[in-house]
């Protein structure tokens, strides 16, 4: 009777664990979140030490070039190389200045993870919730995808507004 279980265990006949794939996209939100939540934290420095170290953080996690893509739609086929990469570089910098300077208000906050759904490309979506502060419950939702062997962020939704619209407006 153990040799049939153990045959049977090994033929696939019992119970497997399910490989969760969007495990790793929610590992990377998870350390990022933790990681910018410390220097939130972090007592004695000034709002542009704050921002600068968590831009650090934000920049090897964030897929600039593909957002940009997002962003301009199909205009960006009408931009050539050297145009791209202007705008791929004034856009991280708009997002940097536009979001960098509104840190403090989430000094006495912590985000929790509640939740992870796969998308279509592969993409993943990490769901996550702002608990205390002045934002307690504001949903900001992780758009992820996989770029050599890498999981980026390629969009940011905060209670269901792309940052992509919010980021670029007309001018």
Known sequence: LA?????????????RAEVDPTAPARAVVQRTVDEVLVILKEKGLDSEQRRARIELIAFDVFDFPT??????????????????????????????????????????????????????????????????????????????????????VIDVVIEGVSIDSRSVEPG
Not at 72 to 94: C, G, P, T
Not at 101 to 129: A, M
Not at 133 to 147: I, K, L, P, W
Request: proline share 1%; aromatic share 10%.
């Open 67 to 152: 957002m940009s893509k997002l962003t301009l739609a199909k205009n960006w086929k009408r931009f050539d190389e050297a145009q791209r990469d202007e705008f791929v570089s004034e856009f991280k910098a708009h997002l940097s200045r536009r979001y960098g300077t509104r840190l403090d208000r989430y000094q006495q906050t912590d985000v929790t993870i509640v939740g992870t759904q796969l998308e279509p490309r592969n993409d993943v979506t990490v769901r996550s919730k702002v608990v205390g502060g002045q934002f307690d419950g504001v949903s900001m939702d992780y758009r992820m995808r996989e770029t050599d062997g890498r999981w980026l």
């Open 3 to 15: 040799l049939g279980l153990w045959l049977a265990c090994l033929s696939g006949g019992g119970a």
